[in-house]
């Protein structure tokens, strides 16, 4: 077996870790008709698209547009994303995210954008602990502690997944409290 398939599986096991630890936050079971009827909606949305319309993720979009990731992420995919939050870049060390935003920086976070993609469409129910690589082709870690399902990048920092199953026409978003940073090339 190849390690792409091994690592798939990993990621498809670990999703069912994250579905059973994941709070009230899981969008996976709507709660009422009008909760099904948004998340009906925003699976016909592209994963650019519901990252376009959620304030929380204004941060990630001026930094997919910096990138030149757009595209990307509105095309076909399927991709699993764990988007980080406007309150995950604003922990970064002071003056991190402006440098990064910068264009003669635009590899480099390409570079940490796709170090938080995965391929496929990879639900929580489908998720357990292990290493997963990521689209740049690097890896990090899903673990599981006293309940709660959190992301392991290169330089040993932790992303909690505070929310799940955000359905996109083109993949799923998981939402994250942390920046992942991937290994230096």
């Given at each position: 077996?190849?390690?792409?398939?091994?690592a798939?599986?990993?990621?498809a096991?670990?999703?069912?870790?994250?579905?059973?630890?994941?709070?009230?936050?899981?969008?996976?079971?709507?709660?009422?008709?009008?909760?099904?009827?948004?998340?009906?909606?925003?699976?016909?949305?592209?994963?650019?698209?519901?990252?376009?319309?959620?304030?929380?993720?204004?941060?990630?979009?001026?930094?997919?547009?910096?990138?030149?990731?757009?595209?990307?992420?509105?095309?076909?995919?399927?991709y699993?994303?764990?988007?980080?939050?406007?309150?995950?870049?604003?922990?970064?060390?002071?003056?991190?995210?402006?440098?990064?935003?910068?264009?003669?920086?635009?590899?480099?976070?390409?570079?940490?954008l796709?170090?938080?993609?995965?391929?496929?469409?990879?639900?929580?129910?489908?998720?357990?602990?292990?290493?997963?690589?990521?689209?740049?082709?690097?890896?990090?870690?899903?673990?599981?502690?006293?309940?709660?399902?959190?992301?392991?990048?290169?330089q040993?920092?932790k992303?909690?997944?505070?929310?799940t199953?955000?359905?996109?026409?083109?993949g799923?978003?998981?939402?994250?409290?942390?920046?992942l940073?991937?290994?230096?090339?």
């Amino acid at each position: 077996m190849s390690k792409r398939w091994i690592a798939v599986l990993a990621v498809a096991a670990s999703m069912t870790v994250l579905a059973a630890a994941c709070s009230s936050n899981d969008n996976a079971s709507p709660s009422s008709p009008s909760e099904a009827a948004s998340q009906s909606a925003m699976s016909d949305m592209t994963i650019t698209d519901i990252v376009a319309g959620n304030e929380d993720f204004s941060t990630l979009l001026a930094a997919v547009g910096a990138a030149d990731l757009g595209a990307t992420l509105s095309g076909a995919g399927p991709y699993t994303v764990f988007a980080p939050t406007n309150e995950a870049f604003a922990a970064l060390p002071a003056g991190t995210l402006d440098t990064l935003l910068k264009p003669a920086n635009k590899d480099a976070l390409a570079g940490i954008l796709t170090y938080h993609v995965v391929p496929g469409t990879i639900m929580a129910a489908d998720v357990m602990p292990g290493d997963v690589t990521t689209a740049n082709g690097a890896t990090f870690s899903i673990s599981v502690d006293g309940g709660n399902v959190y992301l392991t990048d290169s330089q040993g920092n932790k992303a909690q997944v505070t929310q799940t199953d955000i359905e996109a026409s083109n993949g799923v978003i998981h939402v994250i409290d942390a920046v992942l940073i991937p290994p230096q090339s």
